[in-house]
């Protein structure tokens, strides 16, 4: 199983950057798709997610400017970002998991597949 993640970058405060993970192989059952991040010396922490039946979960930092969603194609999910601040500069990391969806929670050992990150920078 891989997950691949993209479309990090370099962007000023304000700005805006649409995060894509796509996973394979297609025949996967994902039940639900996540974002994480993890800034320079801090721990990983919930960014968003959505579940098979179009659910989501945002972290409260990030409410309201970020949008998790699915593609149309099978196995992919998007994280658009909007109004991006300097404490958003992070590595993103896609998870996705065939599990059960039993809860509504965002711990991380929810999932079994993790992409290999893709990094975010906001300047001031």
């Known amino acids: 199983v891989q997950l691949q993640a993209s479309g990090g970058g370099s962007v000023q405060a304000g700005g805006s950057l649409r995060l894509s993970c796509v996973a394979s192989p297609n025949n996967l059952d994902i039940t639900r798709m996540g974002w994480y991040r993890q800034a320079p010396g801090k721990e990983r922490e919930f960014v968003a997610f959505i579940i098979r039946g179009g659910v989501t979960m945002y972290a409260d930092s990030v409410k309201g400017r970020f949008t998790i969603s699915r593609g149309r194609a099978r196995n992919t999910w998007y994280l658009q970002m909007n109004n991006l601040k300097p404490e958003d500069t992070a590595v993103y990391y896609c998870?996705?998991?065939?599990?059960?969806?039993?809860?509504?929670?965002?711990?991380?050992?929810?999932?079994?597949?993790w992409g290999q990150g893709t990094l975010v920078t906001v300047s001031s």
């Open positions: 998870a996705a998991t065939e599990k059960t969806v039993l809860a509504l929670t965002h711990a991380a050992h929810e999932y079994e597949f």
